[in-house]
Every structure is written in structure tokens, then in C-alpha cells.
């Protein structure tokens, strides 16, 4: 009997072991996988991370000085980061945000008056 | 049998979280017959394997099971690395062990949960996961995703623990030992939970030898065979001995997986304490050409992985053999003697993993 009111007093008492998720999500882990991008200022579009990708979501179309993303072919893996020797792919540990469309990221080499990367396009 | 019944157990049943099937043939309330139809999830991995680049391969094998995932990449890297002749770096092993033992502890909390809620024990089952979810929060903090962690690289790993993120890990897992020491006593104690488990579903040791049962499906009828004493990574040098209990039954098979949940959680600790300073990985040149064999120990049993080359970046042949595959056998080996109500329950204690039985 005393054993269990110490149980049921604890569980009275003591904070709930979940977190009250949409209201207070919690903080993602500094080394966390999560958003991919590129920035292309020293990007040379050589294509190693098009390469390396498992999944094919990168598409380097050196022509016209393009990547093309498809983030919801990613997985996250990180693989292209270790093969951009450039440093022109981040990852940063949020969370993609829920979308209707699947789009396709279209990211180019930045002009010096237009910053305007990316742009965001449906095929 | 004419006056018989026949019952589909599954594909769809609560106690399993994945799909298979067993055709169950009763007379009254006892199976006389168990028949397994398995194909449910077949994804064609193995062909896939053959069409990736080997050494886009480790995620893929990663996507095999969604619960040891990354003791799949590790068999995967270990059979390319003994192909291409190379030997990952000693910190590179050790830092193997430390995500390799918390995979394993949160599968076998997992199941351990799961068995719970077979027994309608909801409380423990959330108990259970709640402790779960913590090591789940080691391994986003440490590799950056919850479960399939993408670690393993060929020739090392890809991610480093650091003095803080061990700290992290040394403060956690003395707290989660005593938090699952109180459940894991209150389950395995617990009279109900005995009066289910005890004497059901038993395989003897040497029916479970014959029919080539691994893991602790194996262990748990009193056999010690574990691959981790073969020495990969870096098992050679870390002191351990393998959970056995003797009676076979599916409260043998938990008591096995509990106890390797305190094994498991020592394995970690031992290996941030000895982990060398080092490279990471070793860089290498080539393709594989040549044929290799990997065997680990995945939470399920014994993981085979068998690697051919042919020189090309492709691979001529990528052979996955998973442990619930080698359990089944055993499992369905025993069902005919048991009560129906029991089914349930003895078809679980074998913690079968149907995505990698089927890949």
C-alpha cells in the first residue's frame, strides 16, 4: 500500500514524460540531419554530388549552370556534402515543412544585382 | 484434416507490426499444423544491390529492416572492405560498437515493449518505449538521424562522437540501466506475464541447432553462440560474454533479450572509454573484384552478407541472409503442440522481422 501511493503521488505529481508537441516542438539537435540546400557562389557544377546522390535527386545540368533538386527524392544522407569539394551544399538540422506539391528546386549561379536562389518551379 | 479448423493468422494481426502469414490448422484449441506465406513486402533489394553503385549500396541495405538498419550497413561495409582488402581504422571500430549497441538496445526494447502489449500489458508496453525513445535521442544527437543512422561508410564511418556528445552518452545510459533494471523486473516477475510465457513454445537446444536457429532465439534455449565473439569491429578487445538462458521457452528468449539490453548498454560504455584517437575512415582506389562473406551480430541473430565483385562499380552479386529467416523454421517447428491463445505470443518471442526476411 505505501508503495504504491508513492507511485500514485509521483504520477500525481511528476511532469509528463511526453512534450507538448505542436504547441512547443522540440529544439532539433545541432549535428541533426535535415534541409539540404545549395548555394552556388563557387559552385562549378561538376556534378560530384549529382554523382554520389543514392537516389538521384540532383540533377546538374552544366549548360546552363543549374542544379535541380527534387527534395522529396532526398533522403538526407548527406552524401553530397562529403563529395562537394566547392562547400556549395549545406544541411542544417531543421525539418523540411509539409507542402501539396512536390517541387523542384532550380538553384543557379547568383548574378551580382539578382540574389534571387532558389526559385521554385513545378514540372 | 476434415473435422479440423483452418485459421489465417495474419497477414494482419495486432500482435504484428509487419506482414506475414500462418495458416493455422486447430483441433479444438490446439494447432496441429502451422504453415507459413510469406511475400507480402518484397521489394527487390538484392536486385536493386546489383544495379547501385556498390558504393551507393550502404544506403540502400540500410533501408532493408527498419530496425537494425544500420547493422545491415555495417555487414554490408565489412564484406566490401574484406573484398577490397581494407581494414577501417581503430576508432573507426569502436565508434562501429557504440552505434552498433545502441541499435541493439532499442530494437530489444522494442520488443520487449511489444511483447508487453501482446499480453494486453499496455502500460509496461509505454513504460518500455518511453525508455526507448531516450536512446532514440542518443542517436539523432550522435549520428543525426533516429534510425536509419547512415554511419557505416566503406572504411570507417562517416560521423565522430566528441568529448561532449560521449559525455552526453556516459550521464544517459547509467540512468536508462536503472530505469530499464525496474522494468525489466517487473516484467519478468510478474505472474501473469509467467503464466504466459513459462513452458511455451519450447525449442530444446538441440532442435534449435538442428534447425539452424540464430540469436537469441538460439541463446535462449541455452546455447552460447553469438557473432560478436567471431571479433569484427572491435568485439575482439571489449570484454563480453554471451546471454544464455537454458529453458527454450519464450520467457527464456525474453530474458535473454533483456539481460542483452544491460550487456548491450555495457558494450557502449566499455567503448567510449577505451575509444582511440584516430582517423575515421581510409581512403581507397578501385572496384571489388572478388567474392566475401560478412557475419554479424544483429539484434535478431546472425547477419549474413555476401559480396561479389566483378570489378565494375556495380556488383555482380549482393546475398542478404537475415536471422528471422533462420528463426522460422524453429518457430514453426514448435507451434503444433501449442493452445491457439498462445500463438500470438510464441510467434512474437521470436521477434520476427518480415521486411528482412522478404527484402
Same mark, same amino acid.
Given at each position: 500500500?505505501?508503495?504504491?501511493?508513492?507511485?500514485?503521488?509521483?504520477?500525481?505529481?511528476?511532469? @509528463?514524460?511526453?512534450?507538448?508537441?505542436?504547441?512547443?516542438?522540440?529544439?532539433?539537435?545541432?549535428?541533426?540531419?535535415?534541409?539540404?540546400?545549395? $548555394?552556388?557562389?563557387?559552385?562549378?557544377?561538376?556534378?560530384?554530388?549529382?554523382?554520389?546522390?543514392?537516389?538521384?535527386?540532383?540533377?546538374?545540368?552544366?549548360?546552363?549552370?543549374?542544379?535541380?533538386?527534387? @527534395?522529396?527524392?532526398?533522403?538526407?544522407?548527406?552524401?553530397?556534402?562529403?563529395?562537394?569539394?566547392?562547400?556549395?551544399?549545406?544541411?542544417?538540422?531543421?525539418?523540411?515543412?509539409?507542402?501539396?506539391?512536390?517541387?523542384?528546386?532550380?538553384?543557379?549561379?547568383?548574378?551580382?544585382?539578382?540574389?534571387?536562389? @532558389?526559385?521554385?518551379?513545378?514540372? | 484434416?476434415?473435422?479440423?479448423?483452418?485459421?489465417?493468422?495474419? @497477414?494482419?494481426?495486432?500482435?504484428?507490426?509487419?506482414?506475414?502469414?500462418?495458416?493455422?490448422?486447430?483441433? $479444438?484449441?490446439?494447432?496441429?499444423?502451422?504453415?507459413?506465406?510469406?511475400?507480402?513486402?518484397?521489394?527487390?533489394? +538484392?536486385?536493386?544491390?546489383?544495379?547501385?553503385?556498390?558504393?551507393?549500396?550502404?544506403?540502400?541495405?540500410?533501408?532493408?529492416?527498419?530496425?537494425?538498419?544500420?547493422?545491415?550497413?555495417?555487414?554490408?561495409?565489412?564484406?566490401?572492405?574484406?573484398?577490397?582488402?581494407?581494414?577501417?581504422?581503430?576508432?573507426?571500430?569502436? /565508434?562501429?560498437?557504440?552505434?552498433?549497441?545502441?541499435?541493439?538496445?532499442?530494437?530489444?526494447?522494442?520488443?520487449?515493449?511489444?511483447?508487453?502489449?501482446?499480453?494486453?500489458?499496455?502500460?509496461?508496453?509505454?513504460?518500455?518505449?518511453?525508455?526507448?525513445?531516450?536512446?532514440?535521442?542518443l /542517436?539523432?544527437m550522435t549520428?543525426?538521424?533516429?534510425?536509419?543512422?547512415?554511419?557505416?561508410?566503406?572504411?570507417?564511418?562517416?560521423?565522430?562522437i566528441d568529448a561532449e556528445q560521449a559525455r552526453a552518452i556516459r550521464e544517459e545510459l547509467p540512468?536508462?540501466?536503472?530505469?530499464?533494471?525496474?522494468?525489466?523486473?517487473?516484467?519478468?516477475? $510478474?505472474?501473469?506475464?509467467?503464466?504466459?510465457?513459462?513452458?511455451?513454445?519450447?525449442?530444446?537446444?538441440?532442435?534449435?541447432?538442428?534447425?539452424?536457429?540464430?540469436?537469441?532465439? /538460439?541463446?535462449?534455449?541455452?546455447?552460447?553462440?553469438?557473432?560478436?565473439?567471431?571479433?569484427?569491429?572491435?568485439?575482439?578487445?571489449?570484454?563480453?560474454?554471451?546471454?544464455?538462458?537454458?529453458?527454450?521457452?519464450?520467457?527464456?528468449?525474453?530474458?535473454?533479450?533483456?539481460? +542483452?539490453?544491460?550487456?548491450?548498454?555495457? /558494450?557502449?560504455l566499455?567503448?567510449l572509454d577505451?575509444l582511440?584517437?584516430?582517423?575515421?575512415?581510409?581512403?581507397?582506389?578501385?572496384?571489388?573484384?572478388?567474392?566475401?562473406?560478412?557475419?554479424? +551480430?544483429?539484434?535478431?541473430?546472425?547477419?549474413?552478407?555476401?559480396?561479389?565483385?566483378?570489378?565494375?562499380?556495380?556488383? +555482380?552479386?549482393?546475398?542478404?541472409?537475415?536471422?528471422?529467416?533462420?528463426?522460422?523454421?524453429?518457430?514453426?517447428?514448435?507451434?503444433?503442440?501449442?493452445?491457439?491463445?498462445?500463438?500470438?505470443?510464441?510467434?512474437?518471442?521470436?521477434?520476427?522481422?518480415?521486411?528482412?526476411?522478404?527484402?
Amino acid at each position: 500500500m505505501a508503495r504504491m501511493l508513492r507511485s500514485v503521488l509521483h504520477n500525481a505529481f511528476s511532469k @509528463p514524460a511526453t512534450r507538448p508537441f505542436p504547441e512547443a516542438p522540440r529544439a532539433a539537435f545541432e549535428k541533426a540531419r535535415g534541409l539540404v540546400t545549395f $548555394d552556388c557562389t563557387d559552385c562549378r557544377f561538376c556534378g560530384a554530388c549529382a554523382l554520389k546522390c543514392p537516389t538521384g535527386a540532383i540533377r546538374v545540368v552544366r549548360e546552363e549552370r543549374k542544379i535541380l533538386f527534387e @527534395p522529396f527524392k532526398c533522403i538526407v544522407c548527406g552524401a553530397c556534402l562529403e563529395a562537394c569539394r566547392f562547400g556549395s551544399v549545406q544541411m542544417g538540422p531543421e525539418r523540411r515543412k509539409p507542402v501539396y506539391e512536390k517541387p523542384v528546386e532550380v538553384y543557379t549561379k547568383p548574378e551580382a544585382d539578382k540574389p534571387a536562389t @532558389p526559385q521554385d518551379r513545378n514540372e | 484434416m476434415s473435422e479440423g479448423t483452418s485459421v489465417p493468422f495474419g @497477414p494482419q494481426h495486432p500482435v504484428l507490426p509487419e506482414p506475414i502469414q500462418l495458416r493455422i490448422s486447430l483441433e $479444438d484449441e490446439n494447432v496441429v499444423q502451422a504453415l507459413p506465406a510469406l511475400g507480402y513486402v518484397h521489394r527487390g533489394i +538484392e536486385k536493386a544491390g546489383e544495379l547501385n553503385d556498390f558504393q551507393q549500396n550502404v544506403f540502400l541495405v540500410e533501408r532493408v529492416c527498419g530496425i537494425c538498419s544500420s547493422i545491415h550497413a555495417l555487414a554490408y561495409c565489412l564484406a566490401v572492405e574484406a573484398v577490397l582488402g581494407l581494414e577501417a581504422p581503430k576508432r573507426a571500430s569502436y /565508434l562501429r560498437v557504440v552505434w552498433m549497441e545502441l541499435h541493439r538496445i532499442h530494437s530489444h526494447l522494442l520488443y520487449l515493449g511489444l511483447l508487453a502489449e501482446a499480453f494486453g500489458f499496455e502500460s509496461l508496453f509505454m513504460e518500455f518505449w518511453r525508455v526507448r525513445e531516450r536512446v532514440m535521442d542518443l /542517436l539523432e544527437m550522435t549520428a543525426g538521424n533516429r534510425v536509419i543512422i547512415s554511419v557505416c561508410t566503406i572504411g570507417g564511418v562517416r560521423r565522430d562522437i566528441d568529448a561532449e556528445q560521449a559525455r552526453a552518452i556516459r550521464e544517459e545510459l547509467p540512468k536508462l540501466r536503472d530505469e530499464a533494471r525496474r522494468l525489466v523486473d517487473s516484467l519478468l516477475s $510478474d505472474y501473469t506475464v509467467r503464466q504466459r510465457t513459462v513452458g511455451k513454445g519450447t525449442i530444446p537446444a538441440a532442435l534449435a541447432l538442428e534447425l539452424g536457429a540464430v540469436g537469441p532465439t /538460439l541463446r535462449g534455449s541455452g546455447v552460447a553462440q553469438d557473432m560478436r565473439m567471431a571479433g569484427y569491429a572491435a568485439y575482439g578487445e571489449l570484454e563480453f560474454r554471451p546471454v544464455t538462458f537454458p529453458d527454450g521457452d519464450t520467457y527464456s528468449r525474453t530474458a535473454v533479450r533483456a539481460e +542483452e539490453v544491460f550487456q548491450s548498454i555495457d /558494450l557502449v560504455l566499455a567503448a567510449l572509454d577505451n575509444l582511440p584517437e584516430g582517423d575515421l575512415k581510409v581512403g581507397f582506389k578501385g572496384r571489388p573484384e572478388g567474392a566475401a562473406l560478412a557475419r554479424v +551480430e544483429a539484434p535478431r541473430g546472425e547477419l549474413i552478407y555476401m559480396v561479389v565483385g566483378n570489378g565494375t562499380k556495380n556488383l +555482380e552479386r549482393m546475398r542478404v541472409r537475415v536471422p528471422t529467416y533462420a528463426n522460422i523454421p524453429a518457430l514453426l517447428t514448435v507451434l503444433p503442440g501449442c493452445e491457439f491463445a498462445d500463438v500470438p505470443v510464441v510467434t512474437l518471442s521470436i521477434d520476427p522481422c518480415i521486411s528482412c526476411t522478404e527484402r
